[in-house]
């Protein structure tokens, strides 16, 4: 199981196939040579991660990234770069995930490099 968590971070971030919209569980356990099934059963039993909830946290994760380093950029527009299909998936993954939204974020960034 560990070897193919490795694997599994691998392809995703290699590929940044997180970046993809349309990203399915099959499309994913097929570059890795497994079932869907398997992968599910990978994400859930050793995770403890839905196959969205661990696509959602890569996204996240560069939104993160990007709003750190691209201050100019428009921050609906990193979501949509990074995956997600909609605004407001963005915004309600982000707050779920960090616990604060995107916006609150890129002002808590700014304020510390200001101080």
Same mark, same amino acid.
């Given at each position: 199981?560990?070897?193919?968590?490795?694997? $599994?971070?691998?392809?995703?971030?290699?590929?940044?196939?997180?970046?993809?919209?349309? $990203?399915?569980?099959?499309?994913?356990? +097929?570059? &890795? /040579?497994?079932? /869907?099934?398997?992968?599910?059963?990978?994400? =859930?039993?050793?995770?403890?991660?839905?196959?969205?909830? %661990? !696509?959602?946290?890569?996204?996240?994760?560069?939104?993160?990234? &990007? !709003?750190?380093?691209?201050?100019? !950029?428009?921050?609906?527009? !990193?979501? %949509?770069?990074? /995956?997600?299909?909609? *605004?407001?998936?963005?915004? +309600?993954?982000? *707050?779920?995930?960090? =616990?604060?939204?995107?916006? $609150? %974020?890129?002002?808590? $960034?700014?304020?510390?490099?200001?101080?």
């Amino acid at each position: 199981a560990a070897a193919l968590t490795t694997k $599994l971070d691998r392809i995703i971030s290699e590929g940044a196939l997180y970046k993809n919209p349309d $990203l399915k569980l099959n499309d994913l356990a +097929s570059k &890795m /040579g497994i079932s /869907g099934h398997q992968l599910s059963q990978l994400l =859930n039993d050793n995770l403890g991660k839905s196959f969205a909830a %661990y !696509i959602n946290e890569y996204r996240v994760n560069e939104a993160c990234q &990007m !709003i750190a380093k691209q201050k100019h !950029i428009k921050l609906e527009a !990193i979501g %949509y770069e990074v /995956g997600f299909n909609s *605004k407001s998936t963005f915004y +309600s993954t982000f *707050k779920k995930h960090k =616990n604060t939204t995107p916006t $609150l %974020y890129k002002e808590q $960034l700014t304020a510390v490099a200001v101080s």
